[in-house]
C-alpha cells in the first residue's frame, strides 16, 4: 500500500527513532541521500493507509510526488505542485552532532568494494586499479582532528552542535568551517560551535534553513567571514546580527529573495565597521534607493549584486531629489556616499540607459566595474559595445571581469570621440547634452574638429582628418628618402 508514498530503494545509514527524532519544523533528510533535504510539515495518519506517516516538503523542485494533499484530502500545503511526499518515519534521519559529522567525513575508511572501484581503462579495456600513494599518511595526519585548521563538512546531515568542550578540546584551532546542506535551523546552535572555536574566522552556514527567530546574541569577534547564501534570512535578522560580528568583513547573502534593505532606526545602515565586501547577487531588489542605504558603510570595498532587477541607478549628490521606483522622492545628503567602494557587480540585471552608466563616474574610487547581461550593455537588444562604455567610464580599470589597458583606453576613447563627431558634427549642444566626456576626451587626446570635404558626406567627414594625416605622413617620407640618397651618393653621381 505504499505505491503512491514515499519508500526507499535501499537504506545505508542508523534509522532514527520515530518517537523522538521528528516534529512539524523540523529539518530532515533522506536515510541514505543527505541531499535530499526537507521540512517536516505534518505528522499522522494518511487516509487509506495504516500507522502513522510524516509529511515532507523537499527543498528542490521535482523531489515530490504532490502538493501536501492525497486523495482530495489536505494534509498541509507545500511550496510546490510537486515538492511534497509523505515518507513512514524510519526512512528518515534527523541528523547527527557536529562532531559525529566530523567522524564520519574524516575518518571513514574505505572498504575493499570501494577500493576495488577505484579504476581505469588500459588501452586494451582492461581494468587498471588505482592505488592512492599515500593514503594512509593522509588519512593519519586528517584523523588527528587538533592539527586541522580547516574542515568541509557540507551534506552530512548536522543539525546540532553537541558538546561545547568536546568542540573546543577536538577541533582547538579550526580557522575555516563549511557547513553547506546541513539540517542546522537554530541559531543558538551556531553560537556554540562559534563560540567553542576561538580561532574560527570564516564559518559557511549556505542551504541551512535558518530560524527567523533570532534571540540576542553573545559577540563572536573571531568571526570575520560569513556565507548565508541561500538560508532564508531577510535584512532584520541581518541588523539583529550585526552587534554579534562586531569584526565581520566579508558578509555573504547570496539567492535569499531579498526584496529590501530595512535599515533599524535611520534611513542608512549603520555599523558593520570592517564590513569589505557584501555579496547580494541573486536577489530581487528592484529599486536603486534600497542599495543606498548601504551608501555609509564606511568600510565597503566591494558590492555584488549581480542577478537583481535593477533597471536604473544614480550617485547620491549632495542636496538633490531622485524619485525612486515606488514614486516617493528622497533627499540625498551625503555628498561621501560609497567613499571606499572600489568594485561594483551589476551584471544580469535590467539597466537599459547611458546616465546610469555616466552616474559611475561619480563613485570617488570605483576601478571594476561588471555590466554585462544587462540591455545597455548587449548591442543585440539596442546597447553599446565595449569600447563606448569604456570611454564613458573616465576610471574603470576592470570591466566585465577584463583588465582595461592603456592602449585599449586610449583607442576606445578615440574611436568614441570620432564616432560622436560623425554622428553630431554641426549639434554641439546635443553632444553636450548626450556625451558629458566629449569635451573632455577631446581636449585629452588633442583631436581638433574636422572640416568635411566640400560635398563630402557621411563617413567621408570623419576620414577627411585620416587622409590629411596620411598625405603627411607620405610626404614625410619622401622627405626622408631623398635625405637618404643624398648622403650615399657623391657629388659627381648625382650629375651624371
Excluded at 303 to 318: A, G, Q, S, T, V
Aim: include cysteine; proline fraction near 4%; glycine fraction near 6%.
Amino acid at each position: 500500500m505504499q505505491n503512491p508514498l514515499d519508500s526507499p530503494s535501499s537504506v545505508h545509514q542508523t534509522r532514527s527513532d520515530p518517537e523522538c527524532g521528528f516534529r512539524v519544523g523540523k529539518r530532515v533528510h533522506w536515510i541514505g541521500d543527505t541531499r535530499r533535504i526537507g521540512t517536516v510539515k505534518y505528522m499522522g495518519p494518511v487516509e487509506g493507509f495504516s500507522g502513522t506517516w510524516i509529511g515532507v516538503d523537499w527543498d528542490n523542485d521535482g523531489d515530490g510526488k504532490h502538493d501536501g494533499s492525497h486523495n482530495g484530502v489536505r494534509y498541509f500545503a507545500a511550496r510546490g505542485l510537486k515538492t511534497a511526499s509523505f515518507v513512514r518515519p524510519h526512512n528518515l534521519s534527523s541528523g547527527i552532532s557536529l562532531l559525529q559529522a566530523l567522524e564520519a567525513r574524516y575518518r571513514t575508511v574505505s572498504t575493499k568494494e570501494e577500493e576495488d572501484e577505484m579504476y581505469v581503462l588500459s588501452a586494451r579495456n582492461k581494468r587498471v586499479s588505482i592505488e592512492l600513494l599515500g593514503k594512509e599518511k593522509i588519512q593519519d595526519k586528517i584523523s588527528q582532528f587538533e592539527e586541522l585548521t580547516s574542515a568541509s563538512l557540507s551534506y552530512l546531515g548536522a543539525s546540532s552542535a553537541g558538546s561545547p568542550s568536546l568542540i573546543s578540546s577536538t577541533l582547538p584551532y579550526l580557522k575555516e568551517l563549511d557547513l553547506t546542506g546541513n539540517l542546522l535551523a537554530e541559531w543558538n546552535d551556531v553560537v556554540i560551535i562559534c563560540k567553542a572555536l576561538p580561532f574560527l574566522a570564516a564559518l559557511n552556514l549556505s542551504c541551512n534553513s535558518l530560524s527567523p527567530d533570532i534571540t540576542p546574541m553573545p559577540q563572536l569577534n573571531n568571526i570575520r567571514i560569513l556565507v548565508l547564501n541561500h538560508t532564508g534570512v531577510i535584512w532584520n535578522q541581518v541588523e539583529m546580527l550585526k552587534d554579534s560580528l562586531p569584526c565581520i568583513e566579508e558578509l555573504h547573502l547570496l539567492g535569499n529573495k531579498l526584496r529590501e534593505i530595512t535599515a533599524v532606526s535611520t534611513t542608512a545602515v549603520q555599523g558593520f565597521d570592517f564590513l569589505r565586501c557584501l555579496n547580494l547577487e541573486d536577489n530581487c531588489i528592484a529599486d536603486w534607493a534600497e542599495i543606498l542605504k548601504l551608501s555609509q558603510l564606511k568600510s565597503l570595498e566591494q558590492l555584488f549584486l549581480n542577478k537583481n532587477d535593477l533597471n536604473r541607478i544614480w550617485y547620491p549628490d549632495y542636496g538633490t531629489t531622485h524619485k525612486s521606483d515606488n514614486g516617493c522622492e528622497s533627499l540625498d545628503k551625503n555628498p561621501m556616499s560609497f567613499n571606499t567602494l572600489q568594485c561594483l557587480l551589476l551584471g544580469g540585471n535590467k539597466i537599459e540607459d547611458l546616465d546610469s552608466i555616466d552616474s559611475l563616474n561619480s563613485f570617488p574610487n570605483l576601478v571594476d566595474i561588471r555590466l554585462s547581461e544587462n540591455p545597455i550593455a548587449d548591442i543585440g537588444k539596442g546597447g553599446v559595445p565595449r569600447f563606448v562604455l569604456i570611454a564613458r567610464l573616465a576610471k574603470v580599470e576592470t570591466l566585465n571581469g577584463s583588465e582595461v589597458s592603456p592602449r585599449e583606453r586610449k583607442d576606445s576613447e578615440i574611436r568614441y570621440v570620432r564616432l560622436v563627431m560623425s554622428k553630431f558634427h554641426d549639434n554641439p549642444e546635443e553632444i553636450t547634452r548626450l556625451h558629458p566626456r566629449f569635451a573632455e576626451l577631446k581636449k585629452i587626446h588633442g583631436i581638433e574638429d574636422e572640416r568635411p570635404l566640400t560635398g563630402a558626406t557621411g563617413p567621408q567627414k570623419m576620414a577627411s582628418g585620416l587622409i590629411c594625416m596620411n598625405r603627411f605622413l607620405e610626404l614625410a617620407s619622401m622627405i626622408s628618402d631623398i635625405q637618404s640618397s643624398y648622403s650615399s651618393c657623391s657629388h659627381m653621381q648625382l650629375f651624371l
